[in-house]
């Protein structure tokens, strides 16, 4: 009696595990790579989700308290504030005292990194969607969209410091997470060819799309990617100067804005910069 009631403590046992194994390992509210990259509107979130690394909006605090101190405190223009005296780790970037510790580089390089993962995975993915399941001309946007957005987020890096890596893959293997940093000269050339290929291919300004990649912004951030590399090759600064110039004359319908702090106090929110 005691053996069968052993066999039947075996035999439930292992039913419980077949029914746990078979729950956890095919629910269907699980999203993976294979079911996730199936329609239009997940290409769209997926976009938007390399959007959310523009400027670090993703949070409340990182617009000021990340990109502010690591891109501007460097400025001859920027004078620190009161409160930010407070902040011994903004303080070390306007004094340039800072190592490579500083919790708002490692925030940064952090944020700019998750960008391009994002892009990466939608140049990747997209053009895998069904056929039936997305619209021929917002296929090619999206994937320029994110074009744009992977050599806009190089760019912040390479501007910020001396080597940087190239992702130019989204990465699915443990032993592709090493890779060497790049010379500066390939980081250029990587940045200047993705936003070629967003140039031809993405929408003129769209009052609808307020804040979407634009060829204008394309065709600025290239000028401005050349103006950079005249700047540090200067055997090659004829060349880039003549590259530059034809990239800011491809740029139509815009201005400059002749109210330079209105861009940043919050009373010219509707003003179209360049950078969108």
């Not at 290409?43 to 891109?71: C, G, H, M, R």
């Not at 200067?234 to 491809?250: G, H, I, N, P, R």
């Amino acid at each position: 009696m005691k053996k069968i009631i052993y066999i039947a403590s075996i035999c439930i046992a292992t039913l419980f595990a077949s029914c746990h194994d078979f729950l956890t390992l095919e629910s269907p509210d699980q999203l993976t790579s294979d079911n996730f990259w199936i329609s239009q509107s997940n290409a769209e979130s997926a976009l938007a989700a390399a959007y959310s690394q523009l400027e670090y909006s993703i949070d409340t605090w990182e617009f000021a308290e990340v990109k502010w101190p690591v891109e501007a405190y460097r400025e001859d223009i920027v004078v620190l504030g009161y409160d930010a005296q407070n902040y011994p780790n903004w303080v070390e970037l306007a004094n340039f005292s800072y190592t490579n510790g500083n919790s708002q580089f490692s925030s940064y390089w952090k944020n700019n990194y998750k960008g391009v993962n994002f892009c990466n995975q939608i140049i990747e993915k997209v053009p895998l969607i069904p056929t039936e399941n997305i619209d021929a001309n917002m296929r090619i946007q999206i994937i320029n969209e994110a074009h744009f957005l992977r050599g806009y987020y190089h760019m912040k890096l390479i501007l910020n410091w001396k080597e940087i890596i190239i992702r130019d893959k989204y990465i699915t293997k443990q032993d592709e997470i090493a890779k060497a940093l790049s010379t500066r000269e390939d980081v250029w050339d990587f940045i200047i060819n993705e936003l070629k290929a967003a140039t031809a291919l993405l929408p003129t300004h769209d009052a609808n799309n307020i804040g979407r990649a634009t060829s204008g912004a394309a065709q600025a951030y290239l000028g401005f990617a050349y103006l950079t590399r005249a700047y540090e090759e200067s055997s090659k600064k004829e060349q880039y100067l003549t590259e530059a110039l034809k990239a800011f004359d491809e740029i139509k319908g815009y201005e400059l804005e002749k109210n330079f702090v209105s861009m940043f106090d919050g009373t010219n929110k509707k003003q179209q910069r360049v950078c969108i």
